[in-house]
């Protein structure tokens, strides 16, 4: 199947269309750009590369994709985005590609990013997150597999959210977000273990208890980080999420959120 091309769409040369995508009305579509098969763009969206994005993936209205970086050390070097597949970018969102050259932006797949979210240079975003209206990413930083960011929430340059975390609306985020948990405030304060998220992902309860344990241990001691690790790794139960929480929050540059 060949891609729908409104004619008043742009579409540089060098661009690669896949097979079955729909460009709508107003779209300028730049040099360097890979879109894959099954996309849609509505309207009025400008995608810049070097980018390449995968297939199935949904962009609204005025979406800004794989611009260059706002990084003031940025020279115009190459730099890059990528996308992976069925991602829905909402109305006004932008993302912008790497600074360092060859350095890049990466999404996962299955993302929903609402209108006006922002994700700058240099981010690693995992797979089926959820941005909601306005969360903002500074440069450098990672976002897990299923985070949940609410609505007007900023992250500061170089945190890291761990899988399964969620941010409350209006958050600010100074630090590293460990996995499984929650975070809310101004500057937010971690308020307890993502409970519903976990069960809403099929995790057992064995599962809810040993990362309820890692919670009261890191959070309700007061142990240093350190102090922490080496009581749950010696307390909690060995498993796959418990490894998760202490790999994250032992391996965390900016400290993580207390």
């Keep these: 199947m060949s891609a729908t091309i409104h004619p008043?769409?742009?579409i540089h040369p060098s661009a690669e269309?896949?097979?079955?995508?729909?460009?709508?009305?107003?779209c300028v579509i730049?040099?360097?750009?890979?879109?894959?098969?099954?996309?849609w763009v509505q309207s009025h969206v400008v995608i810049e590369g070097p980018s390449r994005i995968g297939n199935g993936n949904r962009f609204?209205?005025?979406?800004?994709?794989?611009?260059?970086?706002?990084?003031?050390?940025?020279?115009?070097?190459?730099?890059?985005?990528?996308?992976?597949?069925?991602?829905?970018?909402?109305?006004?969102?932008?993302?912008?590609r790497g600074t360092a050259p060859g350095s890049k932006t990466v999404i996962g797949s299955r993302g929903n990013f609402l209108a006006y979210c922002h994700i700058a240079h240099d981010c690693i975003v995992g797979n089926d997150v959820i941005f909601s209206n306005n969360g903002t990413l500074a440069g450098h930083v990672e976002v897990g597999d299923h985070v949940v960011i609410g609505g007007l929430t900023a992250v500061h340059q170089f945190c890291r959210l761990g899988a399964?975390?969620?941010?409350?609306?209006?958050?600010?985020i100074v630090q590293d977000v460990p996995p499984?948990?929650?975070?809310?405030?101004?500057?937010?304060?971690?308020r307890g273990m993502n409970k519903v998220g976990l069960e809403r992902h099929g995790f057992s309860a064995e599962d809810l208890r040993a990362v309820k344990e890692c919670y009261r241990i890191l959070y309700r001691k007061n142990l240093n980080v350190a102090q922490?690790?080496?009581q749950i790794r010696s307390s909690v139960e060995d498993s796959p999420?418990?490894?998760?929480?202490?790999?994250?929050?032992?391996?965390?540059p900016r400290g993580i959120i207390k």
């Design 8 to 10: 008043t769409a742009i």
């Design 17 to 26: 269309i896949g097979a079955g995508c729909e460009v709508g009305p107003y």
């Design 30 to 39: 730049g040099a360097g750009v890979v879109l894959g098969e099954g996309c």
């Design 60 to 96: 609204f209205s005025f979406g800004s994709i794989g611009q260059r970086t706002q990084d003031i050390k940025y020279a115009g070097e190459p730099t890059h985005l990528e996308v992976g597949d069925g991602n829905t970018f909402r109305e006004f969102v932008t993302v912008n």
């Design 164 to 172: 399964h975390a969620m941010t409350g609306g209006c958050s600010k």
């Design 180 to 190: 499984y948990l929650i975070a809310d405030g101004n500057p937010a304060e971690v």
């Design 228 to 230: 922490a690790v080496e």
């Design 241 to 252: 999420v418990v490894e998760t929480f202490v790999s994250f929050v032992s391996k965390s």
